[in-house]
């Protein structure tokens, strides 16, 4: 009996001293990552890892968000659903990194299964496969009192969508085809939520972009 209550002492233990490691890790996860280029649709790119709460960009910074979750020093990245016309695409594998170091400013992640080397064009014998990602930081302070987005219509199932939310919490929605909601929705988001769309927005060198960019192809949808 008394050894039965010392090992279930000592699985408790364990497991809450993996539960504080699991948060540690994560609060040190949420934020924007950049690696080095690698080859990607002939041609190079910076990766891009995005960590939410609970959900995660990877490796390109759009697309459906995933959900993420972490056991031990294993990173478990749901693969991205992709939204098809007559039908849903992806959203079966799970992509699994082992976190080699982290800190506030640089992450290292190694991909550790099959499916995870490919994404990252790494050979699946490739065990030196190594990604090294730094945090993107904050290049300006701007304090925007209303940001909106809109997407059109393309060839395929590109969302067409507005958006718009101001700093005082308040975001209006239209939704038109190919999105979640479709209609008009307005609302309020909380200021932790806004806090990080403009941190994102502070990464991007604003006054350095263009004020119009042109595909090379005719299909592409039109986003402002």
């Known amino acids: 009996m008394k050894n039965s209550i010392l090992l279930l002492i000592f699985i408790s233990f364990i497991s809450c001293s993996k539960s504080i490691q699991e948060n540690t890790i994560q609060k040190q996860l949420i934020r924007n990552w950049q690696s080095e280029y690698f080859q990607g649709f002939s041609k190079e790119w910076p990766g891009i890892f995005s960590f939410r709460d609970s959900t995660c960009s990877y490796i390109f910074p759009y697309g459906e968000y995933s959900q993420y979750w972490l056991r031990g020093d294993t990173l478990m990245i749901k693969e991205k659903t992709y939204h098809g016309r007559y039908e849903d695409l992806g959203g079966e594998l799970t992509f699994k990194f ?39 930081n904050d290049s300006f302070d701007w304090q925007p009192e209303r940001i909106a ?8 199932v590109c969302p067409a969508m507005y958006l718009e939310i101001d700093s005082a919490g308040s975001f209006y929605f239209i939704g038109g085809s190919f999105t979640e909601k479709i209609g008009n929705y307005s609302g309020t988001i909380s200021p932790d939520i806004f806090n990080r769309v403009v941190s994102d927005i502070n990464c991007i060198q604003l006054d350095s972009l263009n004020q119009y960019y042109e595909a090379s192809w005719t299909d592409d949808q039109t986003c402002g």
């Open 98 to 136: 082992r976190i080699d170091s982290i800190s506030p400013e640089h992450l290292t992640l190694k991909p550790i299964t099959t499916e995870t080397k490919e994404i990252y064009g790494y050979s699946s014998d490739d065990d030196q496969g190594i990604i090294n990602l730094t945090k993107v």
């Open 149 to 156: 987005y809109y997407s059109s219509l393309c060839y395929g």
